[in-house]
Nanobody
Framework: EVQLQASGGGLVQAGGSLRPSCAASGFTFDDYSIGWFRQVPGKEREGVSC????????YYADPVKGRFTISSDNAKNTVYLQMNSLKPEDTAVYYC???????????????????WGQGTLVTVSS
C-alpha cells in the first residue's frame, strides 16, 4: 500500500523558512516521482513543485520559483521542500503526492497524480 506522510509544517513569520518533508513507503521509491501541492479553503489545489524519479529533474510553479527548493534523499525514501522567504500568501495545507511523471505539465496539475498523503499546515504571519 502506497503511503505518503507529510510533516514539518508550522507557523512562521513572513521572510522566514520551513522545510516540510514527505516520507514514502509501500512502493519502490525510485520508480515514482514526488510532487508538492497546496490548498487553501475554497480554492483548487495548486501545484508547487515536483522531482522526477527518472533523472532527478525538478519543476516549480511560478509563485515559488527562486524561493522553494525540492530535494530527495533516496536512502530515507523522503522528499523535502525547503521554503525560504515565505510570504503570507504561502499559507496553505501542503500535500505530497506520488506518480510516475514529474514534468512542466504535471507540476501544476493535481489530477495527474494518483497517490496522496495527508497534508501539513503551513501558516505564514505578516
Amino acid at each position: 500500500e502506497v503511503q505518503l506522510q507529510a510533516s514539518g509544517g508550522g507557523l512562521v513569520q513572513a521572510g522566514g523558512s520551513l522545510r516540510p518533508s514527505c516520507a514514502a513507503s509501500g512502493f519502490t521509491f525510485d520508480d515514482y516521482s514526488i510532487g508538492w501541492f497546496r490548498q487553501v479553503p475554497g480554492k483548487e489545489r495548486e501545484g508547487v513543485s515536483c522531482i522526477s524519479s527518472s533523472d532527478g529533474s525538478t519543476y516549480y510553479a511560478d509563485p515559488v520559483k527562486g524561493r522553494f527548493t525540492i530535494s530527495s534523499d533516496n536512502a530515507k525514501n523522503t522528499v523535502y521542500l525547503q521554503m525560504n522567504s515565505l510570504k503570507p500568501e504561502d499559507t496553505a495545507v501542503y500535500y505530497c503526492a506520488a506518480d510516475v511523471y514529474c514534468t512542466s505539465y504535471t507540476v501544476t496539475n493535481y489530477r495527474s497524480w494518483g497517490y496522496w498523503g495527508q497534508g501539513t499546515l503551513v501558516t505564514v504571519s505578516s
